[in-house]
C-alpha cells in the first residue's frame, strides 16, 4: 500500500522529504496497491472477504443481526479478517492495542476503550487516547514496547503486513480490519464488536449512524439525478488524484445528495487530468485540511486551468477536517453530515 494513502487515513501529511517525483512514484504505487489489496476504500474487497462475510462464532449471532439484545461472544473465537487471515481468540481480549486511529476510534466508541492499553502514533480521538502510550507508526512501531505491554489482540489496517509478520512472530493476535465501502465500515465496527465482546455498544454505534445516514438520504432523495451538485474531492494535488466508486469516501459523497464527477474513472482512488476536471465543471469542491495549501489556491483563484470551473468561481470550495471523512469509524457520519450542509444548505441548517 502506499503511504500517501496510510497518511491520508491516519491525518498526516506528506512523509517527510518526499520529492515530486518520489509522490508521483508514490501515486502509481498507491494505484497499484488500491487495486490488488482493496486498501482502505479500494473499488475491491480486500483478500479473503467479501463484502457481507461473516466471521466464524459458535454461539453468538453474525454481524447485522437484528437489535435485539446482543449476545455475548463465545471464546475461542475465530474469523476472517480483512486480509483474509484466520484469526482465533482463546478468552475475551483485555489488553487491547490499536495500530490505527479508526480502529483506536471504533474501541472507545462501542465501550472497549478501558482495555486499550496503547495505540499508534496518530490516533488522537477521543481526548482519553493522549494519555495512553504511543507505539509508533506504519514504518516506525516501537515493538519492545508492544511486548512489554502484553497484549491480548492488535487491531491494525490493510497495506501493513510487515508489522502483521512481525506481530505474529512475537506471538501476539492481531486482526486487520479494512473496510472498502460504506456499508463495510458499518459491518467492521459490528465485527470488532464480536471481537471484543463489546456486541451491545458496536450494534447501538451502527444503529446510530445508520438512523443519521438515511436522514440525509431521505431528505435528498427527491432532488433529480440532472440538478444533483457535481463535486470533486481532492485527495493529493500533485500528481492530481480523487475518489472514485468503490471506496467509502465515494459512497459519502452519494449519501450526501452529491455526483461525483470522478465517478466515471470507475476506480476508488484514480488519478485525474485537470482537463476532464474541467470537462465535468464540478460546482462543489473539497479539499482536506491536510492540503490547506491547496484550499488557499483555489480560493484564491491561483490555481491554473482552474479559474473557469464553476466551484472556483462561485467560490463553493470547502476544507475538511481529514479525520471526518478519511478515517473509516464512527465520525465518518459527521463528514457525510458536514458535506450535505454544503452541497445543500438550503435543506440543511
Known amino acids: 500500500m502506499s503511504r500517501i494513502f496510510l497518511h491520508r487515513i491516519w491525518g498526516r501529511t506528506r512523509p517527510r522529504g518526499a520529492g515530486r517525483r518520489s509522490l508521483a512514484l508514490l501515486a502509481t504505487l498507491l494505484i497499484l496497491a488500491l487495486l490488488a489489496a482493496g486498501c482502505g476504500g479500494a473499488g475491491q474487497a480486500p483478500a479473503g472477504t467479501e463484502q457481507g462475510q461473516a466471521g466464524t462464532q459458535a454461539g453468538s449471532s453474525g454481524a447485522g443481526a437484528g437489535h435485539e439484545a446482543a449476545a455475548a461472544t463465545t471464546y475461542p473465537y475465530t474469523f476472517t ?49 493522549k494519555d495512553l502510550p504511543k507505539l509508533g507508526g506504519l514504518t516506525d512501531t516501537n515493538y519492545e514496547q508492544i511486548v512489554a505491554l502484553e497484549p491480548d489482540l492488535a487491531l491494525t489496517i490493510g497495506g501493513t503486513e510487515e508489522q502483521v509478520k512481525k506481530l505474529e512472530e512475537l506471538g501476539i493476535p492481531v486482526a486487520v480490519i479494512q473496510p472498502a465501502t460504506l456499508d ?3 459491518d467492521r465496527i ?22 443519521r445516514i438515511d436522514a440525509v438520504r431521505q431528505e435528498v432523495a427527491a432532488i433529480p439525478q440532472a440538478e444533483r451538485v457535481r463535486v470533486f474531492y481532492e485527495v493529493w494535488n ?9 471506496g467509502f469516501i465515494h459512497d459519502v459523497i452519494v449519501a450526501a445528495g452529491g455526483v461525483n464527477v470522478a465517478e466515471g474513472t470507475g476506480q476508488a482512488w484514480p488519478q485525474i487530468s485537470l482537463e476532464e476536471v474541467v470537462r465535468q465543471d464540478p460546482q462543489v469542491i473539497v ?14 483563484g491561483s490555481r ?10 462561485e467560490g463553493r470550495i470547502y476544507l475538511i477536517d481529514d479525520n471526518l471523512i478519511s478515517r473509516p469509524g464512527p465520525r465518518l457520519v459527521e463528514g457525510l453530515e458536514q458535506l450535505a450542509r454544503w452541497f445543500y444548505p438550503d435543506r440543511f441548517q
Open 81 to 129: 479478517d480483512d486480509a483474509g487471515r484466520q484469526v482465533t481468540l482463546e478468552a475475551r481480549p483485555e489488553r487491547i492495542i490499536s495500530l490505527a486511529p479508526s480502529n483506536t476510534e471504533i474501541l472507545f466508541a462501542i465501550g472497549a476503550g478501558d482495555r486499550v492499553v496503547g495505540v499508534d502514533s496518530f490516533s488522537d480521538y477521543p481526548a482519553e487516547v
Open 184 to 186: 463495510d465500515v458499518l
Open 190 to 211: 459490528q465485527r470488532i464488536g464480536e471481537l471484543v465482546d463489546a456486541q451491545a455498544g458496536a450494534r447501538q454505534v451502527v444503529a446510530d449512524m445508520k438512523a
Open 238 to 246: 500533485d500528481p492530481l488524484m480523487t475518489v472514485g466508486p468503490g
Open 287 to 300: 479539499v482536506p485540511a491536510t492540503l490547506k495549501s491547496s484550499y488557499d489556491q483555489l480560493k484564491e
Open 304 to 313: 491554473p486551468g482552474w479559474e473557469g470551473i464553476t466551484a472556483v468561481k
